[in-house]
């Protein structure tokens, strides 16, 4: 196997091990021991007549060998450890107990049968005597089967078992009998896709055991189990996804717009004549009414080509998943390999309009080693020694994709942008929402505008971005009660004029990003609006409601004030934050919230991560803080937690004690007292005692001076009686009896 392959397989089992994610050996081998003791073939040979048949399908306490198989998941036995079955109806196993009366039943699951018990016990023990002949065959093969052996048992196993040998369930069963010599995943699909994923070519043989071979082979030259093989690949590859070809160029050898695709990080196909299709995606019909509308926009295509269009259309509006990766293909020539980021989109100005964005990964052209979907647009392609090659170059080769990859909240924030255009970030104060405004906004328009993260744009470059004097492409503002429209798209304005006052008709900050997103299309621009929700929001957005929504976009209105012709450009995004504790605010107009996205933002205690002042850990505090909160604020309780911010000095958590004190009674505090409404009773709940003066409806001031900063800290250990125990206060006391030693040492 692929060395580099083989090496990063066995980092990732010791590092599964060390954060016992994994299964040690010992344990796994106890486990097997457990499951064969209750099904191995010796014992299933040993039972008949109902009770063989409540063994293996179904007992009254959800111990028969298919519950085993398929849903048993705690110390016992955890299933799903040893590959999953799931999905599909109890029909799978050739026979299962209906709930509802007790029948027992076969068949399909188009055409069940009812089965007396007697013909249940029958059935049965076919299954039984198969699973032995089965066990036997694979007994008999070598410690280390080649894939000829496993063509040739695999064979005799259709043959001499056929009701039971190509199924899931038996596969797993015979990994748990023959752990060494039958692999976890127990669909063909899945295990040929493992073996592209880490480079190897699947045999040509088809076969739900044609590939064991090849995973026993790495198995031993790994020297470790097979499950913690399984385990290893599967952490390294994840779950599957298909592979597309998608043309580039017009039929007959015309234009080719991959230059396009390639610089705007899109695939593309065309039928430029059919409108949006966004109407169409994940729609059963689609197909029909596909049909329908090539045979009106194309008329002189004949019925034969309208069907095959129809279906590649179908297959690039829908069945290309997020994740799927995609061949941008001219004949023979792949011209680069992506990876699908984001679903289907329409550009009317494009000569191929229907878009899926695509974060590219290779952009090396190569030919394929094997012909595949050649004459078409849209399609799958399976040919392994393509996929292997695919694989190995985006593993071995990988060209610096145009627009780096974005994580996490960003990565979110961005994904809501392109499929609506405009998203708000909503959750308690202190939980980061204006930071990740920002932080998304700078990046994304630095990536897309520059093509680089804006921690590497030059002064020149942070200045072009947010420029401070309404021309960047990061502008912000932020909604209050006496924010208006004028303020927003246009109004009129006090100026002075020699002695005179006169009113000019000015536009607003959207109204000046829009003319400068219509002036520039090239280049993304972003309009923070913080506090979106404190404002009167039908007033300011007025008609632009209309037009905002991402469909819309291009679409004039008339603006009453000015008369002019006004449009939102496709190239404008606005991010919105919104606080949901201030409970003086209404909730968002309907019309308005059809048109965001939304993405919750809530505590993050991981933010704080070690972070401790004299043994206080401040992650673990401001958990036990929150519980309390939820547990004693009311039923708004979840919008009124407190945020990690609170406890961050800039992008560190605080470090000094004093720092701490003043932040509980100049913002924690007051903030919990307006929560409570002069409840002393439930701010007493939440702080305790020892900080809330209960008779005297007060706070006990004197522990927020530099004398009380120790009864302070018992006060707030006492919050919650395990602080004192977690990692974090145990690594702070250490620290500090270090640096009592080294104090003491000095002097």
């Known amino acids: 196997m692929n060395q580099d392959v083989a090496k990063e397989l066995l980092e990732l089992r010791d590092k599964l091990l060390a954060q016992g994610k994994a299964i040690k050996e010992n344990i796994l081998r106890e486990l097997y021991d457990r499951f064969r003791e209750k099904f191995s073939p010796q014992v299933l040979s040993g039972m008949d007549g109902e009770a063989l048949l409540l063994a293996m399908h179904g007992g009254q306490e959800n111990d ?42 076969t068949g399909s699951p188009k055409k069940q049968i009812p089965l007396e018990l007697n013909a249940a016990i029958d059935l049965v023990r076919k299954q039984r005597d198969e699973l032995l002949t089965i066990s036997q065959i694979i007994a008999n093969l070598p410690d280390i089967p080649s894939d000829q052996d496993w063509f040739k048992a695999q064979a005799e196993m259709l043959e001499s078992a056929p009701t039971v040998a190509d199924k899931s369930w038996t596969h797993k069963y015979f990994h748990m009998m023959f752990p060494d010599k039958v692999d976890v995943f127990h669909a063909p699909s899945y295990q040929r ?20 071979g090849r995973y026993i082979a790495m198995r031993s030259e790994l020297s470790i189990p097979m499950q913690h093989l399984g385990a290893a690949i599967y952490k390294r590859n994840g779950s599957p996804y298909y592979y597309w070809r998608v043309g580039t ?4 050898g015309g234009k080719d717009y991959w230059p396009l695709m390639s610089e705007g990080n899109y695939i593309s196909v065309g039928w430029p004549e059919l409108a949006d299709l966004s109407e169409l995606v994940g729609k059963p019909e689609a197909v029909d009414t596909l049909k329908e ?13 309208i069907g095959k269009d129809a279906k590649q259309i179908r297959y690039f509006l829908t069945d290309i998943q997020e994740g799927d990766l995609v061949f941008a293909c001219n004949g023979m020539a792949i011209l680069g390999i992506g990876r699908v980021t984001g679903g289907y989109r329409y550009e009317p ?8 964005n695509v974060e590219w990964l290779d952009l090396d052209p190569w030919k394929m080693f094997e012909r595949d979907c050649l004459r078409t647009t849209v399609c799958k392609m399976k040919k392994p020694v393509n996929l292997v090659e695919a694989e190995r170059r985006i593993t071995e080769h990988k060209a610096s994709p145009s627009v780096p990859k974005l994580t996490g909240i960003p990565e979110r924030i ?6 609506k255009s405009q998203v708000i970030l909503y959750g308690p104060p202190g939980t980061g929402k204006t930071h990740w405004a920002f932080v998304a906004a700078r990046e994304l328009a630095s990536l897309k505008n520059i093509g680089k993260p804006f921690s590497q744009c030059d002064e020149q470059e942070a200045e072009r971005i947010e420029n401070q004097k309404g021309q960047g492409w990061v502008q912000a503002c932020t909604f209050h009660p006496s924010y208006g429209y004028e303020d927003f798209l246009e109004g009129y304005r006090p100026a002075p004029k020699e002695s005179d006052l006169n009113f000019e008709l000015k536009p607003g900050i959207f109204k000046n990003l829009c003319r400068l997103a219509d002036e520039n299309p090239g280049h993304s621009y972003y309009l923070i609006i913080d506090e979106i929700n404190r404002g009167d929001i039908p007033r300011i957005f007025g008609e632009l409601l209309t037009v905002l929504e991402k469909d819309k976009r291009g679409r004039s209105i008339l603006l009453p004030l000015s008369g002019e012709a006004f449009s939102v450009p496709k190239n404008v995004f606005v991010i919105g934050t919104m606080n949901t504790a201030d409970r003086s605010i209404a909730l968002l107009d309907t019309a308005l919230r059809r048109r965001f996205g939304f993405i919750e933002l809530m505590p993050d205690y991981s933010v704080l991560g070690s972070g401790a002042i004299r043994g206080l850990p401040l992650g673990p505090w401001l958990k036990a803080l929150n519980r309390k909160i939820l547990e004693h604020a009311g039923r708004d309780a979840r919008n009124l937690q407190i945020g990690h911010s609170y406890l961050l000095s800039g992008k560190r958590p605080v470090a000094d004690f004093s720092e701490l004190a003043r932040i509980l009674r100049e913002d924690i505090i007051p903030l919990l007292e307006e929560y409570c409404y002069e409840d002393y009773s439930a701010l007493e709940a939440i702080l305790g005692k020892d900080i809330v003066d209960l008779p005297a409806r007060q706070i006990r001031e004197d522990l927020f001076t530099s004398a009380g900063h120790d009864n302070l800290l018992q006060a707030l250990l006492a919050m919650d009686p395990s602080l004192t125990s977690s990692l974090e206060a145990q690594g702070a006391v250490a620290e500090e009896d270090e640096d009592e030693e080294e104090m003491t040492e000095d002097e």
Do not use: V
Not at 82 to 103: C, H, N, P, Q, V
């Open 64 to 105: 028969s060998l298919t519950y085993w198989l398929e849903f048993k998941n705690d110390e016992e036995f955890p299933s799903p450890s040893f590959g999953t079955i799931g999905g599909g109806s109890a029909l799978k196993f050739g026979i299962y107990r209906r709930k509802e009366d007790g029948t027992w039943m």
């Open 193 to 212: 896709w493992h073996l592209i994923r880490i480079l190897e070519t699947p045999p040509q043989e088809e076969g739900r055991y044609a590939c064991a």
């Open 249 to 252: 160029t017009e039929g007959g």
């Open 293 to 305: 509308m090539l045979a009106t926009n194309y008329p002189k295509a004949d019925p034969r080509t």
């Open 349 to 356: 100005n494009l000569g191929f309009p229907h878009l899926r």
């Open 414 to 419: 961005n994904a809501i942008l392109e499929r």
